[in-house]
């Protein structure tokens, strides 16, 4: 009997999901739309408030070359590295910044929790396609671009799952 009960109850999944609209995006065409900033510290509340976790950027007036980001990446994934920049900043001395090799990095969000100058946030843009390896290494320069984001479809989630408009 219980081969029976497994064959209705899989039947039984299969047809409550005729009636559902497919969620389906014709990409390049149509791209995701968020709602909100990036994934980010709050400082009052001491925790990470939620968010897509796309894209760095950093905040070049805010850094001051603790090397706090590639310490928290340092056992995770290894994908932030120190480099020395031409600009002086009068609060980074030492004329160091993060770079970030997204060809490594894992989008763990542990970057952001541990700047403590609120220099690096994760931003919503997620596509960071390549050709080549070496393309995928951000400067600091890359970093402190905001990103252009089209924002096309909503995705709205109710009980039945999830929808986009």
Request: aromatic letters at 10%.
């Amino acid at each position: 009997m219980s081969t029976a009960g497994g064959i209705i109850r899989a039947l039984n999944s299969g047809v409550k999901h005729l009636a559902i609209r497919r969620f389906t995006l014709r990409y390049p065409e149509q791209k995701l739309k968020f709602v909100g900033d990036g994934f980010q510290f709050n400082p009052d509340t001491g925790v990470g408030i939620a968010g897509l976790r796309g894209r760095h950027i950093l905040y070049h007036e805010h850094c001051t070359g603790c090397q706090l980001c590639s310490v928290a990446c340092e056992g995770i994934a290894e994908a932030i590295g120190m480099v020395k920049v031409n600009e002086t900043w009068k609060q980074n001395k030492k004329a160091i910044m993060p770079q970030i090799d997204y060809g490594k990095c894992v989008f763990c969000g542990l970057c952001v929790d541990a700047c403590p100058f609120y220099a690096l946030y994760m931003t919503n843009d997620y596509e960071l396609s390549s050709f080549t390896k070496s393309a995928l290494i951000y400067t600091p320069a890359q970093l402190g671009i905001k990103p252009k984001i089209s924002q096309d479809v909503e995705i709205k989630i109710d009980d039945r799952g999830a929808t986009h408009g």
